[in-house]
């Protein structure tokens, strides 16, 4: 008989999310994603001055801050007909970089990995390594003083989790030692950013810092100490796992979808193009990549509690909130390409770009589109990103010499009576898109489409799925009691809920809720 | 259990210890002289102090930015010095499991509860967790918590949604009769945190507040009176252009900077371990310590720092101390405003530079 099980919140992700899923015979029949908060950045937005769009919709997200301010930049400067300078781009790409090597190990080690690890097998271990021994005695330690929060409570392990002490004492060893690497990531964003979370020197039409050799320096060093952590401990750990005890959920593909993807791409390169590229895939079709045509994006009310209006493209969209709207389960839009629902994010990006070595790798274990795919991409793309930081910070200084050498085109600083613009760039967790028109020197109407907007959309007009709703199709959730499964695949995708949601009223006794708080 | 036993058990040395202390100390601003008072009051609870963190309307920063900190690192935070029983991102839990944590931690009562977002008074369904408007759990969880701090600008007064659509409130606005301490900025700065906690744990007591129950020690003084470029502004050297070389230190009043009327420590603790803060990165002050920031909502009569990027009209009246400055430091801010608009004049008068200086006054 089916059942309903209903997961609110979700934990380990930005923001307010809640998951309902209809359960038969073990297996995931249908599912609904629900944002659940909402705070009208693009209507309080209204009436300001052009410019603070990128201060504040750098605030829609604290986690991966920063893409926000920088695609709101774009999307000014594109209005403002700025033209950016050379070292601005080189500063900015190192602000938002240092903020994706702060995002994937992150989100692997700490928002995830604790869905795959059996922590409470580090006890078992009985190796002699001094440092793990150490790690062994300080969470056996918290076990006996009865306080292990908050590694604990949690989903109970199954088949798919990882209990080999080693393994796992290792893992635990390298969650600690992640922890201290986010936050030096954080600090080498701020070297240029000013601070983090939420950097202060992007804004429209450039940067507002100047960094002197001393601050490089620095930034380099820093940079080397990440770079290292990610290529010696975060990728191997990643493909260990991956190609190792989740070799059957990866092969599985549990958590695929129906392959569509989209990406923007990401990291403007000095000839015009982008580090990631951009492009779009349709029904797992690797073969075909297509160009990206912006104009094909269209977004869709029809179950998110906003006033009904017509399928349009985002740019003219409205949003004005509907709480009571008939059939609206979301505060989420639910963005489409060619009337398809896409995923966005690293794994989008991968299967656009098709590096030599991910591809391998897929093929050469079979992997699946589906959660850990999802996890290895985010990971592969990590080294990419590492190789070009180290180029970018090379070639600063040559752009920063010179006497009154340019980050800023401080002749379009101030609005232009009317102009419209659009800024297109993938964040950490996929395509973000902001869109903005100027009448009168000030903010007539602000647009975005969040990668969680495009992931975790509700059904569209048609009644069509958002891409997570089609994921979770085929999960198998043996005991509906832990319905571990679905937050791994809900959490491979890197949730970032900042718009809002309100739930349906699960009826009588037959749903199962399930506050992930 | 005694604090020697405890230590040994989690395989931590007495001097490991008190080196952890003593780093901490420092970090948050204490004097090294508070140390034994800290160890003391440890020693005295022995048990890491339960935390509760929920969270209202908000972006997740202020989460983020307090295990930014490297010394104590996020690590000590975590599993040594504080007991993180609900925080949504980073706890392990899910489900029923998670929920029964949160019931049983705030029955037995003794936890500090942080609070980050800020709450919809224009619809509780702006905000829902668990099938409940979040601003009931809020006022659940507020009544059996020792002090309640509401940590970033929107959890203290709206902050940036308030300026929007749903009515957007502080925990002020809905929390009565309990200690509050509020600790603003947008984020909070891993400081103002843990110094608070470690303050409150040590003394058992508030830490001196000022009127917007903001603690002294991180708030008590003008931005713009410890600014690194008040020099600058003395000359009447303000910044129109970043890309001149010149101008590199100059005063960021012209480009909308509200440190005039910010009350923040940021000059002297900085942030990210030390590293940098918004006007040494060539950046004017939003001011997102106050609660003027960043813009008044609907049928909301707050002056409001929007925009940000042009220069306040408060401050440019030259020799009127008319700037609206809330009433801590009246007198200070005040001073301030007049030296803005004489600073400004004095440099127009002397033939500017730069043109915009004197289009800005």
Redesign the interface.
Known sequence: MAQKIV??????????LKIEVMVENGVVTDAWTVG??????E??LKG??P??AT??TE?????C?GPHGWTSSVAVENAHGAVL?EAARIIRNLIIGAMWLHNHPLHFY??SA?DYLD?LAVAEYRGNDPQLL?VK??IV??V??G?T???????EPDEFSVRDPEIVITAVAHY?KA??M???A??L??????????Q??I?AC?????PNAQQIM?FKSILQELIKFAREVYVPDVLAFGTGPLLPLAQAGVGGGEGNFLTYGVFPLADGSTLFKSGVIFDGKLNDRQPLDQNRITEDVKHS?LKDEPVKHPAEMDTV?D?DKEGAYSFLKAPRYEQRAMEVGPLARMLVQQPPGFMNLIKEYQIKIGAVARHAARAFETLLLCEAMETWSEELPALLAG??????D?EHWKPPKTGTGQGLLDAPRGALGHWIEIEDHKIKNYQMVVPTTWNFSPRDEQGNRGPVETALLGVPVPDPDN??NI?RVVRSYDPCL?C????I??DSAQVR????? | MDLDRLLTARGISRREFIKLLTATAVTLGLSASHVPAMAEAIEKSVTKTPVVWLKGQLCTGCTCSSISSLDPGPEEIILDLLSFRYNPTIMAAAGHVAQMALDETVKAGGYVLIVEGSFPTADDRFVMSGGKPMREKLLETAANALVVIPVGACASFGGIPAAGPTGAVGVGALVKDMPIINLPGCPVNPRWLYGTVMHYLMYQDLPELDAYNRPKMFYGKLLHDNCPRRGRFERGEFLTDWNSDEQQDWCLLLMGCKGPKTYTDCPQGLWNDGVNFCINAGSPCSGCTQPEFYAPGFGDTRVGFAPLYEKQNSFALPGIGGIDAPKVGKAMAGVAAAGVGIHLVARTVSGSKNKREGDGV
């Open positions: 997961i609110d919140p979700v934990t380990r992700i930005e923001g307010h659940t908060a909402a705070r009208g950045f209507i309080l300001k001055d410019r603070d201060y504040v605030r829609i997200c604290g986690v801050a300078p700490h928002l604790l922590i150490a005695d300080r330690a918290l006996k003083q306080d929060a908050p590694l604990t409570p949690r989903y600690l922890l201290e986010q936050a030096k954080r600090k964003s701020a070297i240029f950013g000013g601070k983090q979370p939420h202060s020197s804004v450039g940067v507002t810092i100047k620095k509690w909130f709480l006497k009154d050498a340019r980050i800023h401080t319905p571990i937050v900042s809002a949601v309100h739930l009223e699960a809720k399930f506050r992930i708080c």
